[in-house]
């Protein structure tokens, strides 16, 4: 169905609730299921982590199964390593995201199996936030700077230090004068 008929349909309030309410119910007990698949879990597995028994379990990945808590949810998660975002949003969020479905949104990877390209990507952005900070904090000649200020950008710009293994005290020497920092607070 396109976004148009969509669109055209939800201003019925009464579809705009079975649609919600559908896609809940039919949406999650898909991702259950494909999570476990392509994990090469049994239900059995996941019904013991659970606490419950194997045909409860089945249950929920029923599409249409409709009893799910947030503390179900939660401990799905948790078993399936995955995040959980329950947020209401504008029908807009709602029909990009039915129209979004994909095997790729059904199969969330685990933290563990994510982990290396968030770490990449996470480091990559970090590092660029970084060089733009030091862009904007690196005083230039034309900007207003005390001598003592001057003093201690040359000094600590000249010797290249490791926050790792930094003392107290260097920290404390590293801290521009100006600023009332003690050598504790310096080095986090």
């Known amino acids: 169905m396109s976004k148009e008929v969509l669109l055209e349909k939800l201003t019925d309030p009464i579809y705009r609730e079975a649609f919600i309410s559908q896609e809940i119910d039919t949406g ?10 392509e994990r090469g879990w049994k239900q059995k597995y996941i019904a013991e982590k659970m606490d419950t028994k194997q045909p409860r379990f089945s249950l929920m990945e029923k ?10 949810l939660k ?32 199969e969330i990877p685990s933290f563990v199996d994510e982990y290396p390209a968030l770490e990449q990507r996470y480091a990559k952005t970090r590092r660029l936030a970084d060089s733009r ?22 000094a600590t710009s000249l010797a290249p230090y490791d926050e790792a293994t930094m003392t107290a005290e260097a920290a404390a020497l590293m801290s521009p004068p100006d600023v009332a920092v003690s050598a504790q ?3 986090y």
């Open 185 to 187: 607070q310096a080095i």
């Open 133 to 154: 900070q030091r862009n904007l904090d690196f005083p230039t000649e034309t900007s207003a700077v005390t001598n003592s200020s001057t003093e201690w950008l040359t």
């Open 28 to 37: 999650i007990p898909m991702q259950l299921r494909a999570m476990r698949e």
């Open 75 to 106: 401990k799905l998660a948790s078993i399936f390593n995955v995040g959980l975002i329950v947020s209401f949003v504008p029908f807009s969020e709602m029909i990009d995201f039915v129209e979004g479905f994909s095997r790729k949104r059904l």
């Open 63 to 72: 599409p249409g199964y409709g009893n799910f808590s947030l503390n179900t």
